[in-house]
């Protein structure tokens, strides 16, 4: 039973793992972009997951950890911030690879209007809840900062995926939090959350899996980038030096 959590994050992250080798998908190419990416994005959900477990936000049953703890966090919980992003991640690339997911402009701006105007008042009607209260604060914040100050141009993708992603983040999200279990592996103290579960998660979690996703996405995606550029530019000098 020790070994639970660490069982998830090892059948969270497997299946993606070793199909970012199949030939059509190369996701293994991309996998130095997602370790840089998961630098900064992992240090500042980790910190968050330090400063909540501290004041009681939530803790973590010792029946379902192996004992092993950084900065007063199971192990676990450490790679539960490398496992599940890089699945959101491998998941993202494929079906933006393969299906057009593309928003119209306008249902995309309206969209983020209205949803971060939505989580600002219900961070503001809660406040007195620390975690209903700050997740829902920082989505709204990373979906304004990407909407209209990154300017990205495939935050509806990213929603949509999302919301496929759901299925599965009800399955892992069901066993942390106690589903089929006589306790939940994340015990969470309800007085710091709205206490609205769906069957045994707390509604905070989606939108901290979608602001976790889109934090990954920020950073990943624009490294990317880079790397495809940078590869452009190698083999235009190739090219180049083989022509002289």
């Known amino acids: ?29 991309n996998w130095k972009a997602f ?16 400063i909540f477990t501290h004041y009681g936000v939530w803790d973590f049953n010792p029946r379902y950890v192996t004992g092993i703890f950084l900065l007063k966090l199971p192990l676990e919980e450490m790679l539960f911030f490398i496992c599940i992003p890089f699945s959101c991640v491998f998941t993202y690339y494929c079906f933006n690879r ?24 219900a961070a503001y009607i809660f406040k007195e809840k620390l975690y209903t209260f700050v997740t829902f604060i920082s989505t709204a914040f990373v ?10 141009t495939w935050f509806g993708k990213a929603v949509s995926v999302y919301a496929i992603l759901l299925i599965p983040f009800f399955v892992v999200n069901g066993i942390l939090t ?22 045994t998660i707390p509604i905070e979690d989606a939108f901290f899996g979608l602001e976790l996703m889109l934090a990954y996405l920020l950073f990943y995606i624009r490294l ?18 083989k022509n002289i």
């Open 1 to 29: 039973m020790k070994s639970l959590y660490l069982l998830v994050n090892f059948f969270s992250v497997i299946i993606p793992l070793l199909f970012s080798f199949h030939p059509r998908i190369k996701f293994y190419k």
């Open 35 to 50: 370790f840089y990416a998961s630098i900064p994005v992992s240090i500042i959900f980790i910190v968050w997951d330090v």
């Open 98 to 121: 393969f299906y057009n997911l593309a928003w119209n402009k306008k249902v995309e701006f309206f969209f983020c209007i209205f949803f971060s105007l939505f989580l600002v008042v």
């Open 143 to 152: 979906c304004i900062l990407l909407k209209f100050v990154c300017r990205v």
């Open 178 to 199: 106690g589903t089929g279990l006589e306790e939940p592996v994340v015990r969470y103290n309800d007085s710091e959350n709205l206490g609205l579960r769906v069957f």
């Open 224 to 241: 990317e980038k880079k790397n495809e550029e940078g590869a452009e530019e190698t083999n235009y000098r190739t090219v180049k030096m």
